[in-house]
């Protein structure tokens, strides 16, 4: 009982040490001062329309094609599961599943090809099907629990990395950048 005590009071004395809040307000300063030299140089708000109009089910016929695209590709992984149809085969198999879609495929003499579904989650199901996609929820689980065990909330470089990877993981549903072996790292 004395020595958990003694290594309860030692993590409370290190938790002490480590939590400076000038880390905290610096890192702050660095975000704010990123966001404030952005706004000039960047259309947000032409960004913003797009991504509201996409939401709400319009949007131009880029955002009209990658909505198709994804109703196609959900059809072809409910059509191989368990196995999916393997890793890397979407671009191949996709075409099968385009040919259905005049809005996807585009001239039939010149027929558009579609190398990826432009959303990470639904073309991972389609490639990995669901017993490789488990795999993968196993992966996010073992990172969930570190993330709990070390309490990312409380500790400013954890919760930065938590953060990247749920914005990465968000932005996976709107495009392909989990295709990027650079992201990935």
Do not use: K
């Not at 708000?45 to 996409?54: H, K, L, S």
């Not at 992984?77 to 191949?92: I, L, N, R, T």
């Not at 090809?113 to 490639?127: C, G, L, R, V």
């Not at 990172?143 to 914005?167: C, D, E, M």
């Amino acid at each position: 009982a004395a020595r958990a005590a003694q290594r309860h009071q030692q993590r409370v004395q290190w938790r002490r040490q480590t939590r400076q809040p000038w880390v905290i307000a610096i890192s702050g300063l660095v975000l704010l001062g990123v966001v404030y030299s952005s706004v000039g140089v960047l259309d947000y708000q032409g960004a913003w329309d797009r991504i509201e109009t996409g939401f709400a089910g319009g949007g131009d016929l880029s955002v009209q094609t990658r909505r198709a695209s994804v109703s196609s590709t959900l059809t072809m992984a409910a059509d191989h599961q368990p196995w999916g149809v393997g890793a890397g085969a979407f671009a191949f198999t996709f075409p099968t599943y385009a040919q259905r879609d005049p809005m996807i495929w585009g001239n039939p003499q010149a027929p558009n090809w579609w190398q990826q579904a432009h959303h990470d989650p639904i073309q991972f199901w389609a490639e990995y099907g669901v017993l490789g996609c488990t795999v993968l929820l196993a992966g996010f689980l073992v990172l969930a629990w570190q993330i709990y065990r070390v309490q990312a909330w409380r500790r400013p470089l954890p919760l930065t990395l938590l953060s990247g990877v749920v914005a990465s993981l968000f932005y996976s549903s709107l495009d392909f950048p989990l295709q990027c072996p650079a992201i990935l790292v």
